[in-house]
């Protein structure tokens, strides 16, 4: 089993923070976490949000890999559509490079009107640009010059440097819905599951995604899982410390997106019941409590799903650095190396 940590870079509005000081902070969690044996770092995009999520995931994780050496550097997700695929092969191949040969690339199709509507590009587009895209970025890292004619994007006699140091990059994927999941199996990428989703939803997506793969003949071996992430010296305490930041994503954002991509709770209710808004309400979404509670939670997701690498989402919005970096070594210490 391997372990990462996932950045977001959010301040909730009316905080008193500054995103100056949350990458201060990050930036140091980020020297820690080499130091306590993680596997990787990963970041995730959106834009145009009051907090001021990500919005540039490769100038953030050059900062990551310029400081560090072996934890591996990466997307979860960048979201293709929104960029041109020749600008992204080329910031990708110089990030791989400034990493030496450490970056994983995560990427997914986006899904918020905003975003499109931000970009000018049409949302129903995203599906067919995400299938050119693909191939581009492929023939970009591989070929000394390459050619592609599409719907969306053309080129001729093009050559991309500098090469990265992988040829090609690897890539996940990150999808719920039917046709990601057959696009994420069709291309033999290895599927993110995502924190939104309760194990029984999970297990319906990994069947699905599963049998796409031996559809298309196709093997995979990265099983990759995102996880609000929080541990303490007791369950209640890791609760109390936590629950408020685990909500402003979980019923927050994803509450508030879920006219795009459904939400509910751990037992099927939707934004609109009460209920949904309580943390007790999505508690078996999250890794919380005491390290032994979470060591089990980590064993459930290994079993029920086969994960392999667990992306740990514990620099949540709110969350004091003091408090990340007490959680993150905790986790560290005593519960990864029972998967090792």
């Known amino acids: 089993m391997k372990f990462g940590l996932i950045y977001s870079f959010q301040v909730p509005p009316g905080s008193g923070a500054t995103h100056a000081q949350l990458w201060k902070d990050a930036l140091r969690e980020a020297d820690l976490a080499e130091k306590l044996g993680y596997d990787s770092i990963t970041l995730v995009e959106h834009h145009f949000l009051d907090d001021g999520m990500n919005p540039s995931l490769f100038v953030s994780a050059a900062a990551i890999a310029a400081r560090t050496e072996h934890v591996k550097v990466g997307t979860s997700c960048y979201l293709l559509p929104l960029h041109h695929p020749i600008e992204t092969a080329e910031n990708a191949a110089v990030l791989d490079n400034i990493s030496q040969g450490r970056l994983i690339m995560g990427v997914a199709a986006a899904y918020r009107d905003e975003e499109f509507k931000g970009f000018g590009i049409s949302r129903a587009e995203r599906g067919p640009r995400m299938d050119e895209y693909l191939q581009i970025l492929r023939e970009a890292w591989t070929k000394d010059t390459f050619s592609f004619k599409g719907r969306f994007y053309s080129c001729k006699n ?10 090609p990059i690897p890539m996940w994927f990150g999808a719920s819905g039917q046709a990601g999941l057959r696009r994420a199996a069709s291309q033999g990428l ?10 029984s939803e ?8 599963r049998k796409y793969l ?26 109390e410390e936590s629950a408020g930041s685990m909500m402003a994503v979980l019923a927050g954002l994803y509450g508030k997106w879920a006219r795009w991509r459904k939400m509910v709770d751990d037992k099927g209710r939707s934004p609109d019941d009460p209920a949904f808004h309580s943390f007790a309400s999505h508690r078996e979404k999250c890794i919380v409590g005491s390290t032994r509670t979470a060591a089990d939670q980590v064993e459930m997701y290994s079993k029920r799903l086969g994960v392999n690498h667990l992306l740990c989402w ?6 004091p650095h003091e408090k990340v970096e007490r959680s993150i070594t905790l986790f560290a210490k005593d519960v990864v190396p029972s998967f090792r």
């Open 158 to 167: 093009l050559s991309v440097t500098p090469k990265p140091v992988q040829r």
């Open 190 to 199: 290895p599927l993110v599951g995502s924190n939104r989703h309760h194990v």
């Open 202 to 209: 999970l297990e319906r997506h990994y069947s699905t995604y």
């Open 214 to 239: 031996r559809r298309y003949g196709k093997r995979v071996f990265d099983v990759p899982l995102l996880r609000n992430v929080y541990v303490a010296e007791s369950d209640g305490k890791a609760v």
């Open 314 to 319: 514990t620099a949540l919005p709110g969350m």
